[in-house]
T-cell receptor, first 114, second 109 residues
Framework: DSGVTQTPKHLITATGQRVTLRCSPR?????VYWYQQSLDQGLQFLIQ???????AKGNILERFSAQQFPDLHSELNLSSLELGDSALYFC?????????????FGPGTRLTVT | QKEVEQDPGPLSVPEGAIVSLNCTYS??????FMWYRQYSRKGPELLMY????GNKEDGRFTAQVDKSSKYISLFIRDSQPSDSATYLC?????????FGAGTTVTVRA
C-alpha cells in the first residue's frame, strides 16, 4: 500500500458524459501527478500540481482539467467523454516537485466509456 | 522515435533464474531513473530509484545505469513466481516521468 488513495475504483459511463476522479496523496506529500494508462499508449503523464498550483502539463486533452485543493487532494475532471478515453487513470504523489523526488502511485481508477 | 524504448517481451524464466530487463533512451537530459513493478493493471510500485551511473543493489534487485550509452537495466536474482509482473522503466529530467512500454515477466515454478 503506497498511501495514495483514489476513488472510485471503477467507473462506467456513456459517451458525452462528465466524470470526476479523486486522489488523496500520501501524508506529507505536496505534489500530485495524474497519468493515463491505455493498452496502446502505455503510461502517459497528464498534469502535475504542487501545493495547489499547476506545475507541469503533459498530453492532457482540453476536455480534461484538474485541480488541487487546500487539503492537497486532487480531482481530475473528464468531460465530453469518448470511447477512446476508456483507460486506467493513476494518481501519484511525491514530497517535492521535480524528478529528484520519488513518485508513489495509487491503485488507479478504471474508466469504461460505452 | 520514442523517448524511452523497452522490449515488451514477454519474458518467461524458470524459478531461480536471473531476470534481465533493459531500456534505452534518447533524451540526454534524463537524470533520474526508476523501475516500477505493476501487477495485473494495479498501481505501479516503485522498486528502484537512482540518479547516477553505476549499480545500485536492493536485496535481489540490481539497477544499472550507463548514461554514456543511454541504457539502463534491472536484474532480478533468484527469481520467484511472485516476481511475475510487468516491469516498467521510467526516467525524468524535470517534473514528469517518461515510461517505457513495460516488459511482462513470468517466472515458472
Amino acid at each position: 500500500d503506497s498511501g495514495v488513495t483514489q476513488t472510485p475504483k471503477h467507473l462506467i459511463t456513456a459517451t458525452g458524459q462528465r466524470v470526476t476522479l479523486r486522489c488523496s496523496p500520501r501524508s506529507g506529500d505536496l505534489s500530485v501527478y495524474w497519468y493515463q494508462q491505455s493498452l496502446d499508449q502505455g503510461l502517459q503523464f497528464l498534469i502535475q500540481y504542487y501545493n495547489g498550483e499547476e506545475r507541469a502539463k503533459g498530453n492532457i486533452l482540453e476536455r480534461f482539467s484538474a485541480q488541487q485543493f487546500p487539503d492537497l487532494h486532487s480531482e481530475l475532471n473528464l468531460s465530453s467523454l469518448e470511447l477512446g478515453d476508456s483507460a486506467l487513470y493513476f494518481c501519484a504523489s511525491s514530497v517535492g516537485s521535480g524528478g529528484s523526488y520519488e513518485q508513489y502511485f495509487g491503485p488507479g481508477t478504471r474508466l469504461t466509456v460505452t | 522515435q520514442k523517448e524511452v524504448e523497452q522490449d515488451p517481451g514477454p519474458l518467461s524464466v524458470p524459478e531461480g533464474a536471473i531476470v534481465s530487463l533493459n531500456c534505452t533512451y534518447s533524451n540526454s537530459a534524463f537524470q533520474y531513473f526508476m523501475w516500477y513493478r505493476q501487477y495485473s493493471r494495479k498501481g505501479p510500485e516503485l522498486l528502484m530509484y537512482t540518479y547516477s551511473s553505476g549499480n545500485k543493489e536492493d536485496g535481489r534487485f540490481t539497477a544499472q545505469v550507463d548514461k554514456s550509452s543511454k541504457y539502463i537495466s534491472l536484474f532480478i536474482r533468484d527469481s520467484q513466481p511472485s516476481d511475475s509482473a510487468t516491469y516498467l522503466c521510467a526516467m525524468s529530467s524535470g517534473y514528469k516521468l517518461s515510461f517505457g512500454a513495460g516488459t511482462t515477466v513470468t517466472v515458472r515454478a
